[in-house]
């Protein structure tokens, strides 16, 4: 069965980074697109960072961009979130999801998330 | 910035039939956009409903259904059960890898 499991969160001050990990089984990980979705508490889901297959092309939503980085390592079959100047607004669930886009475009795969809190 | 739109909450009876939309702001939502629709239900991952409009995910019941009504797409819930009041989302696809959620609609069956 198709496994996407995040690593990485914790307890960060204002201004500092944090790397996500998700660690993908079960498929070709190589073959498919991958993304990160937040949900801050209490609040809806909200769509980050998406990139290829080939990890050549990423994606950025504009809350993020310039501050998060996504990348993927294809050899360890695991995607990555690198998050810097981070705020308190950045407090939320992180959900890595298989992005694919094959008979369209949409999310098949999700991971049960990982905790990041922005505090001092 | 694109603004998707859902409702914010729908009540249905059980057994009863609801239809949960999801707009633009600005514009309309064509098929297009490869509507598809999630389910989450407190402290729980989002589950998979509907991709591509109306294709369901493997696993979703029949009474899970989606379309385009109007400038919207849709998620009909026919024959709600208990186990179905839950949130749920839509995403669309914008194009250029962006996708946008909705703000999510809180089903609630009673």
């Known amino acids: 069965e198709v496994q996407v499991l995040e690593s990485g969160g914790g307890l960060v001050q204002p201004g500092g980074s944090l790397r996500l990990s998700c660690a993908a089984s079960?498929?070709?990980?190589?073959?498919?697109?991958m993304s990160w979705v937040r949900q801050a508490p209490g609040k809806g889901l909200e769509w980050l960072s998406a990139?290829?297959?080939?990890?050549?092309?990423?994606f950025y939503a504009d809350s993020v961009k310039g501050r998060f980085t996504i990348s993927r390592d294809n050899s360890k079959n695991t995607l990555y979130l690198q998050m810097n100047s981070l705020r308190a607004e950045d407090t939320a669930m992180y959900y890595c999801?298989?992005?694919?886009?094959?008979?369209?475009?949409?999310?098949?795969?999700w991971g049960q998330g990982t905790l990041v809190t922005v505090s001092s | 910035q694109t603004v998707v739109t859902q409702e914010p909450s729908f009540s249905v009876s059980p057994g009863g039939t609801v239809t949960l939309t999801c707009g633009l702001r600005?514009?309309?939502?064509?098929?297009?956009?490869?509507p598809s629709w999630y389910q989450q239900t407190p402290g729980q991952a989002p589950r998979t409903l509907m991709y591509?409009?109306?294709i369901r995910s493997s696993g979703v019941p029949e009474r899970f259904s989606g379309s385009i009504l109007g400038n919207k797409a849709a998620l009909t819930i026919t024959g709600a059960q208990a186990d179905d009041d839950s949130d749920y989302y839509c995403?669309?696809?914008?194009?250029?890898?962006?996708?946008?959620f909705g703000g999510g609609t809180k089903l609630t069956v009673l």
């Open positions: 999801a298989k992005w694919t886009r094959r008979d369209g475009y949409y999310f098949d795969y």
């Open positions: 079960e498929f070709t990980f190589t073959t498919y697109a």
């Open positions: 990139i290829s297959a080939s990890g050549n092309s990423p």
């Open positions: 600005s514009g309309s939502v064509s098929t297009s956009y490869y």
């Open positions: 591509s409009t109306n």
């Open positions: 995403v669309l696809y914008m194009g250029s890898g962006i996708s946008v």
